[in-house]
Nanobody, 125 residues
Framework: QVQLVESGGGLVQAGDSLRLSCAAS????????MGWFREAPGKEREFVAR?????????YYADSVKGRFVIYRDSVENTVYLQMNGLEPEDTAVYYC?????????????????WGQGTQVTVSS
C-alpha cells in the first residue's frame, strides 16, 4: 500500500504562484509514476502533470499548464511537488495526487492505483 497526503492549496489571485506537495509513504520502490490531476465543479477529473520517479525523472504536462506548472520530486523526502506559476481562474479546482507502481504512461485516471484526499486551489480574478 502507498499513502499519499497533499498539501499547499489555498486562495490566491490571478498571476500568483502556489506549490502543492504530495508526500508518499508506505510501500515504495525505486521506480514508479506519480501524477497530479484536478477536478473543477461540474467537470471530470483531468490530467495535469506526471513524473516517472526513476533515474531520469521524465515529466509530461497537459497543454493547458505547459510552461506554467512544473512537477518535480525530492527523493530524500519521498515527496513530489507541483509548482504552479501564473495561475488563472480556470485553474480553480481540487487537485489530487496519484501514484502507481506499474509502468504506465500516467496520463489518465485509470493508470493510477493510489490517490490522495485532494487539496483545494482557488484563483480569483
Amino acid at each position: 500500500q502507498v499513502q499519499l497526503v497533499e498539501s499547499g492549496g489555498g486562495l490566491v489571485q490571478a498571476g500568483d504562484s502556489l506549490r502543492l506537495s504530495c508526500a508518499a509513504s508506505g510501500r515504495t520502490f525505486t521506480k514508479y509514476v506519480m501524477g497530479w490531476f484536478r477536478e473543477a465543479p461540474g467537470k471530470e477529473r483531468e490530467f495535469v502533470a506526471r513524473i516517472i520517479v526513476s533515474a531520469t525523472s521524465d515529466t509530461y504536462y497537459a497543454d493547458s499548464v505547459k510552461g506554467r506548472f512544473v512537477i518535480y520530486r525530492d527523493s530524500v523526502e519521498n515527496t513530489v511537488y507541483l509548482q504552479m506559476n501564473g495561475l488563472e481562474p480556470e485553474d480553480t479546482a481540487v487537485y489530487y495526487c496519484a501514484a502507481t507502481l506499474s509502468p504506465r504512461l500516467g496520463v489518465i485516471t485509470t493508470d493510477y492505483d493510489y490517490w490522495g484526499q485532494g487539496t483545494q486551489v482557488t484563483v480569483s480574478s
